[in-house]
């Protein structure tokens, strides 16, 4: 029996805890425009409820969230106008600034893939828990589109030029590499979890004003050190000198000419990756998490809106429409880019995706952010 749009997300309430559960698991609990809404709309009521203490953010099935509905994004423009999308994009972006800047603790639990809109809507969170089974990626370059929900922002976080790393190639990192690199603040094996949601709960009950470090000592009793010796990390030095590079092409000119120095995986599915991808998706990319360094969260996602505008509005190409055709209905695994070349990619069309003249076109709406009063700053990185 199909789930009706009520049961894609659930909520429980446990005393002073409460738990958003994604529940789309035969779609690999990707976000669809009402799953969006509820988030939303129950993240802004506990966030602004004094009895709500702690909150927490999981999914069912063996995936965290695959990211967002692009099929259905797409399919919103054959109902109408382009900017229909844009609507499903506002509200995702809503949704990960508010939590980005959440006044409540918030635990989310990544026990499996968690991939695009599924980073956007976690990575802030106070506990990033992670498990044998997290993987993690940004790969939308490879579906006509670019590193998006706050990318720039907590990409260019990274150490070193990991983060252009991360989104140019769409390489994957597991639980324990996640960890390493401050993408999740404790690892803790799936059989655990239960016991460590039971733990907060009862923690939670016994307390009137429980704080973050008192959180924090009891999810560190369930935590675990996961670094192995072939670690993502340990590869860093190359890929700072490869990633470092001005531009697109010059990356990928350092990376060819390290391929002809080492035999090592990484280094030729990088290069497979970057050739495969949309070409102006990688130069959009290459901007914002560049720019996005000296920027703070809310411009990032500002910027990253304008982006995702002109591409879903087709103002150089139709790679979203082709990339999502390719990759996820047709699945031929052949997209057709325009340009399909990065060398085609000039810096006057990255300029003209980063600048916002919608004027000209009354159906388009621009992005507004939840105000917030009481701003709180994303947890540090711990490596």
């Known amino acids: ?67 967002g509905d692009l099929v259905s994004a797409y399919k919103f423009v054959h109902l109408g106008h382009w900017s229909f999308a844009t609507s499903y994009y506002r509200k995702e972006l809503c949704l990960d600034y ?7 603790p918030l635990v989310a639990i990544l026990d499996g893939i968690v991939i695009g809109g599924g980073v956007g809507i976690s990575i802030h969170s106070t506990f990033r828990i992670v498990t044998e089974n997290t993987i993690f990626a940004m790969p939308e370059v490879m579906v006509g589109l670019f590193p998006d929900v706050g990318a720039s922002y907590f990409l260019s976080r990274l150490p070193g030029f990991f983060g252009e790393y991360m989104g140019l190639t769409g390489a994957q990192l597991n639980g324990a590499e996640m960890l390493a690199f401050g993408l999740g603040t404790h690892f803790i094996t799936s059989k655990n979890l239960k016991s460590l949601e039971n733990a907060l709960e009862k923690m939670i009950a016994s307390l009137d004003s429980p704080s973050v470090a008192t959180m924090s000592m009891i999810v560190n009793k369930f935590a675990q050190v996961k670094v192995k010796p072939d670690c993502t990390y340990f590869r860093l030095d190359m890929i700072n000198q490869c990633f470092c590079g001005e531009s697109c092409e010059e990356i990928l000119s350092s990376l060819e000419h390290l391929a002809t120095q080492v035999q090592e995986k990484w280094v030729h ?28 969260i809310e411009q990032c996602i500002e910027t990253e809106y304008i982006a995702i505008s002109h591409v879903l509005g087709r103002t150089f190409s139709n790679n979203f429409y082709e990339g999502t055709r390719a990759m996820l209905i047709d699945k031929d695994n052949k997209p057709q880019w325009v340009p399909s070349k990065l060398e085609d990619v000039s810096e006057e069309m990255v300029d003209r995706c980063l600048s916002g003249s919608f004027s000209e076109d009354d159906d388009w709406l621009p992005l507004q952010l939840p105000s917030k009063t009481n701003r709180t700053n994303v947890v540090a990185s711990k490596l």
């Not at 508010?98 to 409540?104: D, G, Q, R, S």
């Not at 497979?272 to 360094?293: Q, V, W, Y």
């Open 269 to 296: 599915d990088a290069i497979t990756s970057m050739k495969s991808a949309n070409p102006l998706g990688l130069k959009i990319f290459l901007r914002t998490i560049r720019e996005g360094r000296s920027k703070n």
């Open 98 to 104: 508010l939590l980005a800047t959440y006044k409540k």
């Open 1 to 67: 029996m199909a789930l009706t749009e009520a049961d894609q997300v659930i909520f429980e309430e446990v005393l002073g805890v409460r738990k958003m559960i994604l529940n789309r698991p035969k779609k690999l609990n990707t976000l669809n425009y009402e799953m969006l809404r509820k988030l939303y709309e129950k993240s802004r009521a506990y966030e602004n409820d004094p009895t709500v203490k702690l909150v927490i953010l999981k999914a069912n099935g063996k995936v965290f969230c695959a990211g």
